[in-house]
């Protein structure tokens, strides 16, 4: 094994279409893309390609992007039989990825063609989906800056509020409505995935790094009760660093033959943390494969939290939305419906649209008919 990624988080723009959104023809990107990555030492360091190629590398901790690819395309070019050309490949469509989002997707497509077996194959996946979401965002944004633009779709402002005003508010909470959705998807992608994800290493000091080696080992454990009650009192100790609390969780996932939903439980009522707790109701709407039972959870947790828990409202509803089955259909009709949350009855019927299917179609009729 050559080298190791632990991931990519896509940091999306909450002010396109305030700031101008759409002056640019292409889909060229200044979205920063935070990343946690690092190169283990490989086996053969003698060669003039490790050379190149580990120029390259560097570059891509500078974030230097346009000279980091234009670093591997010579490795690929004098160097076309090396150990590091699918190296180079990944990290050239991941450079391409900070400056111009459709050709990085081209790059992408064409690596996981080529490089099936590549270690780098999962990652440059979850690139993907992350580059079509940030793409589809864009697209939403374009239209809704488009339409401001046009003084399309707005209702009528009160004759003392300035329309521009009332037309920006309008577009803006329109625009936040639909990053949280494809928040939640690109999260429910591969952003929660195990290891000290979403968090620069160089921010950590050596003795939380090394606590967090400690626990991936464990982690490994899964079938260990050991493992699990380590992993266990980690994550509910608020004592802990957050980074080894949110990385004990995500590693209890993998313990399928323990009650790991009640350690998820047990944070979502109780914790301080809001980032735990919206990884735990995560968590609970992908582990279980009874989806009724999963529904039953979800929706209790969703009447049990205080209104101004949004964001772990939010992402219960997702996870509801996600099972799709005849329940959840049910449920999301009754928060469409009767919801105090204005935006969470957005969701709702967003979500019902997106299920389809006879059942829920009847619901978005019915309420578009009436009263």
Not at 47 to 54: C, E, I, L, N, Q
Not at 175 to 189: A, D, E, S, T
Not at 213 to 242: H, M, R, S, W
Request: glycine share 4%; no cysteine.
């Amino acid at each position: 094994m050559k080298r190791t990624i632990l991931g990519t988080l896509l940091i999306l723009p909450l002010l396109l279409a305030a700031s101008g959104y759409g002056q640019s023809s292409g889909f060229r990107s200044t979205t920063p893309i935070a990343s946690v990555a690092w190169l283990e030492e490989p086996d053969n360091q003698e060669g003039p390609d490790y050379a190149v190629y580990k120029k390259g590398y560097d570059l891509v901790l500078d974030e230097k992007w346009d000279a980091a690819k234009k670093q591997f395309t010579e490795l690929q070019d004098k160097y076309p039989k090396s150990d590091y050309i699918d190296d180079a490949r990944y990290w050239s469509a991941y450079a391409l990825m900070h400056t111009d989002l459709k050709k990085a997707l081209s790059s992408y497509k064409e690596f996981v063609k080529k490089y099936p077996k590549s270690s780098y194959y999962d990652d440059a996946v979850a690139d993907m989906a992350n580059i079509e979401a940030q793409m589809e965002l864009m697209a939403v944004a374009k239209s809704e800056f488009n339409d401001q633009k046009r003084g399309t779709g707005v209702f009528a402002p009160h004759a003392t509020v300035a329309p521009e005003v009332y037309t920006l508010d309008s577009k803006m909470r329109s625009i936040n409505r639909n990053l949280r959705r494809l928040n939640r998807r690109v999260r429910g992608v591969h952003l929660y995935t195990p290891a000290p994800y979403m968090i620069e290493e160089k921010r950590l000091d050596a003795k939380t790094r090394l606590k967090l080696d400690a626990l991936q080992a464990i982690g490994a454990n899964t079938e260990d009760d050991k493992a699990f009650n380590t992993l266990k009192e980690v994550a509910l100790d608020t004592k802990q660093p957050i980074a080894l609390r949110r990385e004990a969780l995500n590693l209890l996932s993998d313990f399928t033959s323990h009650d790991v939903d009640a350690v998820y439980m047990a944070i979502v009522q109780k914790d301080t943390s809001e980032e735990m707790q919206v990884i735990a109701i995560d968590n609970i709407g992908q582990s279980g494969k009874d989806k009724d039972k999963t529904v039953q959870t979800l929706e209790q947790l969703y009447a049990s939290l205080p209104a101004r828990h949004e964001d772990q409202r939010a992402t219960a509803l997702y996870r509801i939305a996600d099972v799709g089955n005849d329940r959840a259909v049910d449920f999301l009709a009754k928060v469409a419906r009767t919801d105090s949350d204005y935006d969470l009855r957005s969701d709702a019927v967003y979500y019902l649209g997106n299920i389809g299917g006879e059942k829920a179609r009847a619901v978005l009729y019915d309420i578009l008919k009436s009263e």
